[in-house]
């Protein structure tokens, strides 16, 4: 079977669809030019779509060059034999792959290898057929002067150490052992003693048993971490007689001697061999699939947060809060552009705060500013406060999220940006401008530091950087970029370009001055037609000659939109301006070989709002005043939120006190929800009621159902009809398949 029909059955797509991609992208095409302007060719495959053809296409010739390189050892071993060869190539998993091929991989000396260097292999045999030959007599012919053998015993020791080798390198009991630790094995977690009150906050694990195939995988890597921290032992536990009835069904031929012998073998191969084998490749196993969820979860964040609504181009004060330091205040214009900048200080006493607020007046006076930023961190609600009072009704202040800032302002990005100005100017800046643009502002953060992760430096750092990676650059590019003003790092990201070009833009642009047209793109040095054909469609050129140059319209469809017009009697920048002639294109008129509806569809979206970007609009957000720490909190206060990162257990809201709550999957709604993404996004504005406060490990409980909802037992907006059917409630369910696994635990402990 071929990767294109392979993949083509696995994600339900058709074969032409599978191949006419792959053949993209190893032309070099982007993930975002293929799923925006190459739909014709593909039958509108979306992103996700295309990235999990790549992805399958990248693990399947992984699996073939593995197996070139395990065909290539048997070949020089002499050990390559036809049906040995169909086996490989029949392998469909790499674990499957690495099974068949165990038995011949070079190793080092085993105990199974020293009994085959003293001839034991034919003893091994006889004793495997269980035929009825006498093995005692046979493994007394083999004690000779010349042997090294010295008895018997000695000789059927031996070869049951080449039986216990077979067993355990025997593809197919592999498999089927593999397939039982997944079903049955469980983890079972225990702090280590004496260190109780350091690993409080493990406590959950200190006694824990969970079936493994039911482990999500946030437990599954908090577990780990503890572990890694030495504060928890973490096992995987299965009864042997899940096991061994396997083993006894491939091997156990009758009850004689031999099979007694072949029986202790296996005993021994099982617990000495395949057991340890088994832990270590399941353990592997559910740690790579927690690891990708934990980053499809992470990079789902990512993307919500990176895609928040935009202030927009507005003249902004950003605060960087502090206490004894004071707050540091920077101005910025409309681009970002840095003004002026300062230090207040309205926490240090009467005197100071009155000459803060005096300054803060006359800078908003000055500079014209029409919003205030002020950062999140230490001394953020305080600063929020003071600045409320001064009554600024033409002033919004918004608080904003200030992650990562600090790392922005200490990279080599802020230094080039602002060489004379020190690092706390410099995350003042990043503040500011996270609230005018944040997909511009956040690209020049590691996206591991924008915090939005719970598990982020656990997983493969490999995955979870491609993983991010594909999220940024989907992101840039669904917006788009203005390509007069923006930085080299969102350049970048867009299609088709990367750090390279995106420096070589940037100096022709401070060369040449500004880009008149997306065609002078093509005199940046080293800019290539393919680099043009993938990364013009992205690039936007506000106020440009040509009116299309400002859309999403590629310029490879600038003679079809002005073949448009001129059947229509007037220009492109008519048909920008007035939806009555939009409404006039019969666009089946304009179907050929390479442009079908969907690129037309596409096209006309773009004339009717060139450029747009689909980011939500902006809403000013702010927290209850008076409620600056945990202490202040009460249980059932209401107050509102603003959602700062979401796991599979739930969605983490900061409500201004420093600590970000947690409001568990069975409290976003009245109504099963099985993923928080059913309810909620990263930024999005809840209320929330406090339901548990525990100051001691610092841990904020809360809830997203209304009054009325809790009262009714039903969502508020109900179908006419009657009420929706209850179903068990998620965290129910939960503490029951918690308590099923420690009875488990305990009844494997104790043998009752």
């Not at 792959?97 to 020293?114: F, G, Q, W």
Request: aromatic share 4%.
């Amino acid at each position: 079977m071929t990767h294109e029909i392979r993949i083509s059955k696995e994600l339900a797509l058709s074969e032409r669809q599978v191949s006419t991609t792959i053949a993209l992208l190893d032309e070099g095409a982007t993930i975002p030019f293929i799923s925006r302007y190459r739909k014709e060719l593909t039958g509108s495959l979306d992103e996700v779509q295309i990235t999990g053809i790549r992805d399958r296409l990248q693990q399947l010739r992984d699996l073939d060059k593995r197996r070139e390189v395990i065909l290539k050892s048997l070949t020089d071993q002499g050990k390559l034999t036809p049906d040995l060869e169909a086996q490989l190539f029949a392998a469909e998993t790499m674990a499957n792959l690495e099974d068949i091929y165990l038995p011949y991989k070079p190793k080092r000396k085993t105990r199974a290898s020293v009994a085959r260097e003293k001839g034991l292999e034919p003893l091994a045999q006889l004793i495997l057929a269980q035929d009825g030959t006498d093995i005692n007599q046979a493994a007394q012919a083999l004690v000779t002067s010349n042997s090294g053998i010295k008895d018997a015993e000695e000789a059927l020791a031996g070869a049951r150490d080449i039986i216990a080798e077979v067993i355990a390198e025997d593809a197919s009991i592999r498999a089927k052992t593999r397939q039982i630790f997944l079903e049955k094995g469980q983890f079972v977690s225990r702090v280590v003693p004496g260190k109780e009150e350091a690993a409080i906050k493990y406590k959950d694990y200190y006694e824990w048993a969970e079936p493994l195939k039911t482990a999500p995988s946030h437990r599954i890597l908090a577990m780990r971490r503890g572990e890694k921290e030495e504060m928890l032992y973490l096992d995987i536990e299965i009864s042997e007689n899940e096991v061994l009835p396997i083993l006894d069904n491939a091997y156990i031929k009758g009850s004689g001697p031999a099979s007694a012998q072949v029986r202790m073998a296996m005993l021994d191969g099982y617990k000495r061999l395949l057991k340890p084998s088994m832990e270590t490749e399941v353990r592997m196993l559910t740690r790579q699939q927690a690891d990708e969820e934990a980053i499809r979860v992470f990079a789902e964040n990512a993307r919500q947060l990176l895609l928040a609504a935009p202030l927009g181009q507005r003249r902004v004060m950003a605060i960087d809060p502090g206490f004894r330091t004071g707050c540091k205040t920077v101005c910025l214009d409309e681009q970002g552009a840095l003004l002026e900048n300062t230090a207040i200080f309205p926490h240090n006493g009467a005197a100071k705060a009155d000459e803060a607020a005096k300054t803060l007046r006359y800078l908003i006076e000055k500079h014209r500013i029409q919003a205030i930023a002020i950062g999140n961190g230490t001394a953020g609600r305080e600063t929020e406060e003071f600045v409320r009072r001064l009554s600024l009704p033409e002033v919004a202040v918004v608080m904003v999220n200030e992650s990562g800032a600090s790392i922005y302002s200490a990279s080599e990005v802020a230094r080039e940006e602002f060489p004379d100005h020190d690092v706390t100017v410099r995350g003042a800046v990043s503040i500011g401008r996270r609230l005018m643009d944040p997909l511009a502002e956040l690209v020049k953060i590691d996206p591991k530091s924008i915090g939005v992760g719970q598990y982020q430096h656990d997983v493969d750092q490999a995955k979870l950087q491609a993983a991010l990676d594909d999220t940024v650059i989907s992101c840039v590019n669904a917006v788009g970029v203005e390509l007069n003003t923006a930085s080299k790092q969102i350049l970048s990201y867009i299609s088709g370009l990367g750090p390279s070009l995106a420096q070589q833009i940037v100096n022709y642009r401070n060369m040449h001055g500004a880009f008149k047209n997306r065609e002078s793109l093509k005199g940046v040095p080293r800019l290539g037609e393919k680099a043009f054909e993938q990364a013009a469609g992205f690039l936007r050129i506000r106020n440009a000659e040509n009116p299309l140059d400002a859309s999403a319209v590629h310029p490879e469809r600038y003679a079809l939109v002005e073949r448009m017009a001129t059947d229509l009697g007037c220009r492109v920048a008519d048909l920008l301006r007035d939806e009555k002639l939009r409404k006039q294109i019969d666009l089946k008129k304009y179907v050929s070989d390479s442009v079908g509806m969907p690129t037309l569809h596409d096209i006309l979206a773009e004339l009717a709002k060139p450029g747009r970007d689909p980011r939500e609009q902006f809403e000013q957000f702010s927290f209850t005043e008076g409620v600056n720490s945990i202490a202040d909190l009460r249980i059932g206060m209401r107050l509102p939120g603003i959602v700062t990162n979401i796991t599979n257990f739930g969605a983490f809201v900061d409500i201004g006190v420093h600590q970000d709550g947690l409001v568990h999957l069975s409290q976003l709604a009245n109504r099963y929800i099985k993923d928080p993404n059913e309810v909620v996004k990263v930024q999005q504005k809840v209320m929330v009621t406090v339901t548990e406060i525990d100051e001691k490990r610092n841990r904020i409980s809360l809830s997203m159902k209304t009054e009325a909802e809790k009262k009714s037992g039903s969502p508020k907006n109900q179908k006419s009809g009657g009420q929706y059917p209850r179903k068990p409630s998620r965290h129910l369910q939960r503490k029951e398949e918690d308590m099923a696994a420690k009875l488990v635990a305990l009844k494997s402990k104790f043998g009752s």
